[in-house]
């Protein structure tokens, strides 16, 4: 698992974030367009045959569907203050700071992040459609971080109170593991000729 509690500096951008969105070019498809989600990317397939203009009017209205067909399933960042606020309370009395924030970042690399200094905590945009044991368990994972900086007994001591972890642990690793199985396969590195 990939949960650290460094900030990675991670970049957010407003729009659309290099790498995160894949256009492929098909030849089998004359008309049709179609985008989905893969992991932490979108992917659109446009026709091969599409104009450059067309596709730049396209794409990012594609995938400004996409993004908010997902923002209205996703948990606000009050609700995940809130989550995190009950978490802390019934499982963490002793630990009485607070985030001061939460905020979904594009992160690949981890699940979440926390930097003690200014109790900020960011969680993996990959997390937005988590089943809420698995998001659960890392914003439970990060508070934990407002009081115990590293992985050691202490910090483990606390994590071990959350009841579902070994199911969100499986969650999280399958995940990561389907996201490997699925990073370049052949087709698309075959058809891509283009990055949005
Ligand atoms: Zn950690």
Known sequence: ???????????????????????????????????????????????????????????????????????????SEEVL?????????????????????????????????CTSVDRTIRISDRLKLAPDYALDYVLFHEAIHLQHFDHGPEFTEVLGRFEGAELASAYL???EAAERAMAEPVELKKLRTNRG
Do not use: C, F
């Not at 009395?93 to 992160?107: F, G, L």
């Open 1 to 75: 698992m990939a949960l650290e509690n460094l900030d990675d500096g991670d970049l957010t951008l407003p729009g659309i974030s290099e790498g995160e969105i894949i256009v492929i070019r098909s030849a089998r498809r004359k008309r049709n367009i179609s985008a989905y989600r893969q992991g932490g990317r979108i992917i659109v397939s446009i026709p091969a045959r599409m104009s450059k203009a067309d596709e730049h009017a396209i794409v990012p209205e594609m995938i400004a569907k996409i993004r908010s067909q997902e923002s209205a399933r996703t948990p």
């Open 81 to 113: 203050l809130q989550r995190t606020d009950e978490l802390l309370a019934s499982l963490a009395p002793e630990i009485t700071s607070r985030p001061a924030s939460i905020n979904w970042r594009p992160m690949r690399e981890r699940w979440g992040s």
């Open 173 to 175: 690793d399958g995940y």
